[in-house]
Each structure stands twice: as C-alpha cells, then as structure tokens.
Antibody, heavy 117, light 107 residues
Framework: VQLLESGGDLVQPGGSLRLSCAASGFTFSNFAMSWVRQAPGKGLEWVSFIDSGGNTYYADSLKGRFTISRDNYKNTLYLQLNSLRAEDTAVYYC????????????WGQGTLLTVSS | EIVLTQSPATLSLSPGERATLSCRASQSVSTYLAWYQQKPGQVPRLLMYDASNRATGIPPRFSGSGSGTDFTLTISSLEPEDFAVYYCQQRRDWPITFGQGTRLEIK
C-alpha cells in the first residue's frame, strides 16, 4: 500500500488549494478514505471521510470550507480547501480505512499546508 | 461531538516497566476505539482497533481493554522503541475524534 500526497503549499489567508493523494497497492474503490491533519507540534485532528460509494463526512468546524472527493478510475483522493485560515496550517495526511470504516491502517507521509501572508 | 480525554498527558517510565494509558470518552463509544502510536518525525501507526484487537504486526506486549467510556492501552514491558506519543480515536459516531495524546517518555 502506498499513499502519496501532493499539493501542499504556502497560501495566503482566504485562498484555496486542492490536495491530492495517489493510492496504489490495493483496490482503491473498495475502501473508505480520510484526511487527518496535524498542526505543528500538535495532536491529530480528523478532517473528513469518504466511503467507497461517495458518502462524505466532515469535522464540524470545517463544514462548508473543505470538500473531499475521490476518483476511483485514477485511484486518487482529493481535498479541496477554501477560505483558508492561519489555523489550517498543518500536515495533511491521506489515510486508508481498513475496509468501509474509519480504522486507519495506512497513512501517507503527509503534505504541508502553510497559510500565511 | 464525542470528546476523548487521555491521561496522563505525559508518562515517564523506564524500559522494562509497565505502562498504562487511559482514554475516556464523553459518551459511550461501545468498543469502537482505536489506538495509534506516533514517533517523532514519523506518521502515526495503528496499534489496536475495536478496543482490544491488535493490528497486524503489533507485538503482544501491547494490549487494549475497555468498553463504553473507559479504555486502557497497556504495554506490559517497555522497549526503547515504545517511547512515543499515543492517541486514541473513536469511530462510534460522526465526527470521528481523536484524543489529545499521551506522551510516553523515558525516565
């Protein structure tokens, strides 16, 4: 299993960005996927979840600004981030569910988003 | 939102000692609780799922117990590589939540 995130960057407050996660080594379409973030020196914060059928869930504080999606043909997970704030600065991990659930058995190396002017 | 509170925040022990980490949920999560280990500069690793099931490749010195609101991760005899930060996570209800972590440090 490999999860390779990309798209992290330095973005100004109020800006937008799309993160991608290229998955390989498993049948991507069969598994739920999530994004989990970790601000510098802080703990883990769950961001969003998408199941194999495209049903989505979000952290309450992020609803309306972030959108998770997947392309099962490209084996790729996405996270669209809008109206970015300084507090969104974090490493964003792409995480695979152990089946249709949110037991996170594989983690990508993460991509760093910095929101700053 | 289900809040997970881990204690202690920091645990200082020596290799060979027994470690007991606690995770308390603000409401019942049944046994839908997982534990993760994160070493400095590394990504988190799944240790336990559904409260008491060891993930693939996790040594038997790690064990988990509990149900409802109170959970424990026990490391029976600490190895040098076990010193890390440990997080619990619930999947009983949306949104999924993590505890704030327990740092296990060498005494």
């Amino acid at each position: 299993v490999q999860l390779l995130e990309s798209g992290g960057d330095l973005v100004q407050p109020g800006g937008s960005l799309r993160l991608s996660c290229a998955a390989s080594g498993f049948t991507f379409s069969n598994f739920a996927m999530s994004w989990v973030r970790q601000a510098p020196g802080k703990g883990l914060e769950w961001v969003s979840f998408i199941d194999s059928g495209g049903n989505t869930y979000y952290a309450d504080s992020l609803k309306g600004r972030f959108t998770i999606s997947r392309d099962n043909y490209k084996n790729t997970l996405y996270l669209q981030l809008n109206s970015l704030r300084a507090e969104d600065t974090a490493v964003y991990y792409c995480v695979k569910g152990a089946g249709p659930n949110s037991i996170y058995d594989y983690w990508g190396q993460g991509t760093l988003l910095t929101v700053s002017s | 939102e289900i809040v997970l509170t881990q204690s202690p925040a920091t645990l200082s022990l020596s290799p060979g000692e027994r470690a007991t980490l606690s995770c308390r949920a603000s409401q019942s999560v049944s046994t839908y609780l997982a534990w993760y280990q994160q070493k400095p500069g590394q990504v988190p690793r799944l240790l336990m799922y559904d409260a008491s099931n060891r993930a693939t490749g996790i040594p038997p010195r790690f064990s988990g117990s509990g149900s409802g609101t109170d959970f424990t991760l026990t490391i029976s005899s600490l190895e040098p590589e076990d010193f890390a930060v440990y997080y619990c996570q619930q999947r009983r209800d949306w949104p999924i939540t993590f505890g704030q972590g327990t740092r296990l440090e060498i005494k």
